[in-house]
């Protein structure tokens, strides 16, 4: 049995200073040294042998579609009267015609990715930057569009401009010349191609290193037999192959517009008015996401206050109980790029819109993990990841209407932000007969959430006719467990033949991603990975990760009661209250100056040298419990360096013995409201900031009764200010 040595981690002290959480980076490429990591993981002949198989395949399908479709009377491609593009695309194995379709139905997202944009609420200046995405569609984007530059590029020569590729396109990468139209990853570079030759292309390019593309159509629903409905069939196959031998590629899809169209006419449950078992082709793929579409309102904090299904977004589940789609993302009257000219604007709905704000923040997910940890994730971790952090709706657990809940892109980078500190994000290995076993403990603030992600191999049975076969496609089966003191907690898992039920936990035999979630946790728990049967293929990879856990004993607040305790002829000594476990920043400077020298310690106390006699300096110390995460700044504190003689001040010590009030909160911590103690003013005004500086709330303060539920879990300082001065004080929202 392996332990992972994952609980109460120190912080090494062979750290360099460090930067800020979250803080704002540089921007990147995909370098030929990234790409060449990335291929060195991969089972490149395999995947080489099978994309020959498909361009060796592929003349020989297409001839035998054109003569039968001469033969049937079968259109090639048609423009349907909702403004939809379909065309004929291949013949299924009982020799069904299927047709590609997209889907809009008419035409800015709440995936949270604006918050790591420049300037957003995380402020990360994550915006896509030399990022490259695959997008394939109806045929090419307007490439000349004034919203692309000269990012966007067709490589398949194909001859037809299409609407749909465009708005597609725009809403991942569009500039935002019109600021409405700012797609999710702006500055990202994309590769525009129809679908004609999907595989082939992205299979070419996966094994270049392309690590996302946006698939914003598949089968049309009406013109296939029921059994489509919810099978794994040979494409389905074909992708989760694709994916299997290039692990770092992820392809994300379009859960499709038919709730309404009762098109299936012997669902696995209910009736065809019902909406479920609606989803087809490359949609059902084990290892891909697929998303449908909501109507969602977010605050300006990044907080869902509501969401749900919207009327045309199409159902699960796949016919083993498989849940799909994976994910919603908001896709209602979207304002993108349109055609009719190059500063031409359009409005869509559809979960083809939808689609590619995951897409889009995916791919931002990834950029700010390679900078924050210096690699990629493999696709099964970000796909995780995703997953793991989406705002669940409704009933708790996940549902065949929207999968896992809402992404919340914000959510996602926290969790990376946080690892070493409250999360855990790690890839890895499992043997034949192997455990894995982690032990953690839960922090008590939030949820004890785990969760794994693996990508499956394809090497399972397809259906070929057999309606509702409820055959599980998954091969290998990994299992994850929590427990503690006896008692052991179990996944979510959903059941199809009762697909309007709520989720329960249970042994999910089917999914390639399991989560467990423990309200209320405290204390030790154990988590345990492991798998059922042979491992298909060898050793198989997966991705854990868990959140709600405290990983140091470091207590992330603010050095406080900073004082000045020697000084010589050159140097002064300072200590402060000492936090266990912590690594110390120290920021000092020349009053004038505007930068900052930075020193670090493991220690309550640090001496600063070589200072000038007579000369002005300014102070402020900060905690850090992990390389990414820090408390918010200290107070300012500034002295004129005199030798022995040197005085330190404190400027809010000084600014509020001005005011006169004092005054206190309870509770701390607070969950839904927290009421101020003390005389307050008419004049006064409060104010509540975040760790990172952002001014969260504010307001007059003479009701003394202030409403923080809705949010995040974390510390923040509450200032109270009238005419007289102003006055500070910490609490932790729980």
């Given at each position: 049995m392996a332990y992972a040595?994952?609980?109460?981690?120190?912080?090494?002290?062979?750290?360099?200073?460090?930067?800020?959480?979250?803080?704002?980076?540089?921007?990147?490429?995909?370098?030929?040294?990234?790409?060449?990591?990335?291929?060195?993981?991969?089972?490149?002949?395999?995947?080489?042998?099978?994309?020959?198989?498909?361009?060796?395949?592929?003349?020989?399908?297409?001839?035998?579609?054109?003569?039968?479709?001469?033969?049937?009377?079968?259109?090639?491609?048609?423009?349907l009267a909702d403004g939809n593009f379909s065309e004929l695309t291949a013949i299924g194995d009982d020799g069904t015609p299927l047709y590609y379709s997209t889907f809009s139905t008419e035409l800015n997202t709440a995936t949270r990715a604006n918050a790591l944009h420049d300037n957003g609420l995380l402020d990360l200046g994550i915006n896509g930057e030399n990022m490259l995405v695959g997008v394939w569609d109806a045929g090419a984007v307007l490439t000349n569009h004034k919203e692309f530059g000269d990012r966007v590029?067709?490589?398949?020569?194909?001859?037809?401009?299409?609407?749909?590729?465009?708005r597609v396109t725009g809403i991942l990468v569009a500039e935002g010349l019109d600021k409405k139209s700012k797609g999710v990853a702006y500055k990202a570079k994309a590769v525009s191609n129809d679908w004609r030759r999907d595989k082939i292309e992205v299979a070419e390019m996966a094994a270049d290193g392309l690590l996302l593309s946006n698939h914003s159509y598949g089968i049309m629903s009406d013109r296939v037999p029921d059994w489509y409905f919810g099978s794994y069939i040979q494409v389905s196959r074909d992708w989760d192959k694709i994916m299997y031998n290039a692990p770092y590629y992820?392809?994300?899809?379009?859960?499709?517009?038919?709730?309404?169209?009762?098109?299936?006419?012997?669902?696995?449950?209910?009736?065809?008015?019902?909406?479920?078992?609606?989803?087809?082709?490359?949609?059902?793929?084990?290892?891909?996401?697929?998303?449908?579409?909501?109507?969602?309102?977010?605050?300006?904090?990044?907080?869902?206050?509501?969401?749900?299904?919207?009327?045309?977004?199409?159902?699960?589940p796949v016919d083993d109980g498989r849940i799909k789609p994976d994910i919603a993302a908001y896709g209602t009257n979207i304002y993108t790029t349109g055609i009719a000219n190059d500063t031409k604007y359009e409005t869509a709905s559809g979960t083809s819109v939808a689609t590619p704000g995951v897409t889009g923040s995916m791919l931002l997910i990834q950029e700010y993990h390679e900078q924050m940890e210096g690699s990629f994730m493999r696709a099964a971790t970000l796909k995780g990841l995703v997953l793991h952090t989406a705002d669940d709706v409704d009933a708790p657990g996940p549902d065949y209407k929207m999968g896992w809940g809402v992404i919340n892109s914000k959510s996602a980078v926290e969790v990376i932000a946080n690892k070493g500190f409250s999360s855990i994000i790690s890839e890895?290995?499992?043997?034949e007969g192997e455990t894995k076993t982690y032990k953690v403990v839960a922090n008590g603030t939030e949820p004890l959430s785990a969760s794994i992600s693996w990508t499956d191999p394809a090497t399972g049975a397809v259906n070929s006719g057999t309606l509702n076969d409820m055959s599980a496609a998954l091969v290998n089966d990994l299992d994850i467990r929590i427990t503690k003191d006896g008692k052991t907690f179990l996944p979510w898992k959903l059941n199809a033949a009762k697909s309007d039920a709520p989720a329960v936990?249970?042994?999910?035999?089917?999914?390639?991603?399991e989560k467990i979630d423990i309200e209320n946790a405290q204390g030790d728990y154990t988590i345990t990975v492991t798998?059922?049967?042979?491992?298909?293929?060898?050793?198989?990879?997966?991705?854990?990760?868990?959140?709600?856990?405290?990983?140091?004993?470091?207590?992330?607040?603010?050095?406080?009661?900073?004082?000045?305790?020697?000084?010589?002829?050159?140097?002064?000594?300072?200590?402060?209250?000492?936090?266990?476990?912590?690594?110390?920043?120290?920021?000092?400077?020349?009053?004038?100056?505007?930068?900052?020298n930075v020193e670090t310690t493991f220690d309550n106390f640090i001496s600063l040298n070589n200072l000038v006699e007579?000369?002005?300096?300014?102070?402020?110390?900060?905690?850090?419990?992990?390389?990414?995460?820090?408390?918010?700044?200290?107070?300012?504190?500034?002295?004129?360096?005199?030798?022995?003689?040197t005085e330190l001040l404190d400027y809010m010590e000084y600014e509020t013995l001005t005011l006169e009030v004092q005054f206190s909160i309870f509770p701390n911590p607070v969950q839904t409201s927290m009421t101020i103690n003390g005389d307050v003013s008419e004049d006064a005004m409060y104010k509540i900031v975040s760790l990172n500086g952002i001014v969260v709330k504010s307001g007059k303060a003479e009701q003394k009764q202030i409403y923080i539920a809705d949010l995040t879990t974390g510390l923040y300082v509450l200032t109270l200010a009238d005419l007289e001065g102003s006055k500070s004080i910490k609490f932790y929202k729980s």
């Open positions: 040595n994952l609980t109460l981690l120190k912080i090494s002290r062979s750290l360099l200073p460090i930067a800020f959480c979250l803080a704002t980076y540089s921007s990147f490429a995909q370098t030929e040294k990234q790409i060449h990591i990335i291929k060195d993981k991969y089972r490149s002949s395999k995947l080489g042998v099978f994309t020959n198989d498909l361009k060796r395949n592929f003349d020989k399908e297409n001839n035998n579609l054109l003569q039968a479709a001469k033969t049937n009377g079968w259109k090639l491609t048609e423009r590029q067709t490589l398949d020569e194909s001859e037809i401009v299409d609407s749909h590729a465009t992820l392809m994300v899809t379009a859960a499709g517009n038919s709730q309404k169209s009762k098109d299936n006419e012997a669902p696995i449950f209910g009736s065809a008015s019902n909406g479920f078992d609606l989803m087809l082709g490359f949609a059902t793929s084990k290892n891909g996401v697929t998303v449908a579409a909501a109507d969602i309102e977010t605050n300006d904090q990044g907080q869902l206050l509501r969401a749900s299904v919207t009327t045309y977004s199409s159902f699960g890895e290995t499992l043997t936990n249970g042994d999910n035999r089917v999914d390639p991603f798998h059922k049967n042979t491992l298909n293929q060898g050793p198989q990879n997966f991705s854990i990760i868990v959140t709600g856990v405290a990983l140091t004993d470091c207590v992330l607040v603010t050095p406080e009661d900073i004082e000045l305790t020697t000084s010589d002829d050159t140097a002064v000594t300072l200590n402060w209250t000492a936090n266990t476990d912590a690594l110390f920043q120290i920021e000092y400077k020349e009053k004038a100056s505007s930068e900052w007579g000369m002005e300096y300014s102070l402020r110390v900060k905690t850090f419990c992990s390389e990414n995460i820090s408390s918010e700044y200290s107070e300012e504190y500034e002295f004129t360096f005199k030798g022995s003689e």
